[in-house]
Each structure stands twice: as C-alpha cells, then as structure tokens.
C-alpha cells in the first residue's frame, strides 16, 4: 500500500473482522502522516500518536452495532491511550464502538426511516477546538459522505444539556440534512478532553476533489496539527 | 445448566420506529386496537451460575442507556417458563 513520507504523526487503524473501511482511513491518514493497520486481537498499539476506529461492521455487527468490538483485546489499550490524552477518531462503526465503550457518551439507534442510506452530508462545525477539527473554524461546513442504517444519534436530555454546555457537540448535520432522525441534529461528539471525537459520516471518504470534496481531510490534518 | 431468556426492548420513552411500523400495519391487516408495539429481540442462553446474568446483561445482552432487559429465570425443575409479574425488570 502507498505510504505518505515520515512527516512526524504516526496514525493506527483499527482493523476487526467485518471493518471496511479501514484502506479509505489509512490512505487518508497516509497524507497528513504515516499510518499503520492495527489488527483488534493484537493488545498492541504499535507506539501510534493517533488511533483511527474506522467504518465497517466489527464482527458483523452481531447482537448490537460496536457491542462486541469493544471487548476486543486492542480497544482495552485504545482506552488507556484514550484516557492518557491519546487521540482517538472513530468513525461509523468505530464511532458505535467508542460509544458503547464508554469513550463518547451516547448510543447510536437505526434510523428513522429504518433504511440503509448513503448521501453527500453537509456538516457544520459546532467546536473547532478539538484534535479532531482544530484546523477547522466554528461555522464551517464540511461536505462528506455518510452511510448507515444505524446512526441516529440519541442520549437522555439531560446528557444532551450537559454536553451542549460543555462544547463536546463537535458537529451537526446541516438543516436539512439529518437524514437519520438524531437527536438535536448531532452528527459527531467528543469525550470531555476533546482528544477522542466520534461521528457518524465518513471524512476518509472525502479527501480528494476528484470525488467530490477534500473536506474531510480536514479533521485527519487537525490530529497532524496537534503537538505529539 | 438452567436455560435462560433475557427480552430485550428498546427503552420506554425512546422513539422505536420498528414498532411503529408494526403498529401501522396491523390496523391494515384488519387488526384493531392495537398500540404500544416495541420490537425487541430474545437470547436464551444455557448457563451454570445464574448469578452472573444481569452483570453479562448489563456489559454486554443489552445496552442500558438505549435498551430495558428483563430476565426469564427458570423454574426450580430447569424448565423454562415465562416469567410472572413479579420477575425481575429494569
């Protein structure tokens, strides 16, 4: 696989059986910095400066999205990495995962309209200071993709309230655009450091004009940006 | 050995689309008077320490925040039976 030169950051996908999207988040990380595929049963994280929980459906999604992935041997070392400061993406299926590991707050629910749906999905920036959109500015909007039956995103009210006040809501569909029925129109949130961030739409999928939109590149260039 | 049924159904209060549409389409079958639908699943499981079911429920059968999980214990004889109005329930 092609591998960007040693520009400082070393990015870890996580990759379980079922995970799909892993190649898109490598090749993105690959060029912002260097990147390596971390295998789930493996309790290593190869001394990455950034972990990457990709799309796909870990272990078939069997029983509950992301329920058995997170019992995985790697994501016990992901979470010590995660509650040392370590950054954290996850994505899709790997956003369900940091969710049902406790790492992001919430559960996410199928949608609405209870169908598979892949769309353009514009994404405005809600908290630009996280290691996950800090090249970003508060306002911005994002054009990526999205792809899932189950991403609507819910947490009880008073979750909900809390992590408004404290700018863990990272990002938000745009109007219009809150294709999956998710509660106050939440695309993505963060743990209360902001060095783990969790969305639903895909920014490995967007990081080359030539298909549509190199905007999702953008939250792969703010780990790059964070100091190691 | 006992076997075991652990129901799980999505949270009270939490919008449940499947159960909705369950809902509408009964009435469209000619079956009236039918409301409050929830779609969940079911695990029956074998298991030697019964003590260790609602620790495995809560880790990992159900999700606690999004989902209520009610145990169907079994009878002294080992059978499985649907549990009374007073099994336990979250």
């Avoid at chain 1, 090749?27 to 990709?54: C, F, T, Y």
């Avoid at chain 2, 159960?19 to 030697?48: I, K, M, S, W, Y």
Wanted: charged fraction near 20%.
């Amino acid at each position: 696989m092609p591998r960007g030169g040693n520009r400082g950051v070393k990015f870890g996908v996580v990759r379980f059986p079922g995970t799909c999207d892993e190649v898109d988040a490598y090749l993105a990380a690959s060029r912002v910095g260097d990147a390596e595929i971390l295998w789930h049963a493996d309790a290593d994280l190869k001394g990455v400066d950034a972990v990457i929980v990709p799309g796909g459906f870990s272990y078939g999604d069997h029983l509950r999205v992301g329920a058995v992935a997170r019992f995985a041997p790697v994501m016990a070392e992901v979470e010590t990495f995660a509650a040392d400061g370590g950054l954290v993406l996850g994505i899709c299926n790997g956003f369900q995962v940091l969710c049902e590991a406790g790492l992001l707050p919430g559960a996410l629910l199928p949608n609405t309209s209870l169908k598979f749906t892949c769309r353009q999905v514009d994404l405005e920036v809600v908290n630009a200071s996280t290691s996950w959109t800090n090249v970003t500015a508060v306002g911005d909007v994002l054009s990526i993709p999205a792809k899932h039956t189950t991403g609507r995103y819910y947490a009880p009210d008073a979750t909900l309230d809390e992590l408004e006040a404290n700018g863990q809501v990272v990002l938000k569909y745009a109007p219009g655009h809150n294709f999956n029925g998710s509660v106050r129109d939440i695309a993505g949130v963060s743990n209360a450091a902001g060095n783990v961030v969790g969305l639903m739409p895909h920014p490995e999928h967007a990081v080359d004009p030539l298909t549509g939109s190199a905007d999702g590149l953008k939250l792969f260039a703010s780990a790059a940006a964070v100091p190691a | 050995m006992s076997r075991v049924r652990v129901l799980i159904r999505p949270k009270a209060g939490i919008l449940d689309p499947q159960g909705q549409t369950v809902e509408r389409a009964l009435p469209a079958l000619g079956f009236e008077g039918v409301t409050n639908v929830h779609v969940g699943r079911l695990v029956e499981l074998d298991v030697e320490d019964e003590s260790q079911l609602p620790a495995m429920c809560e880790k990992l059968l159900a999700n606690p925040l999004i989902e209520d999980y009610q145990i169907q214990w079994p009878e002294a004889t080992g059978q499985n039976q649907n549990a009374g109005p007073d099994a336990p329930r979250r």
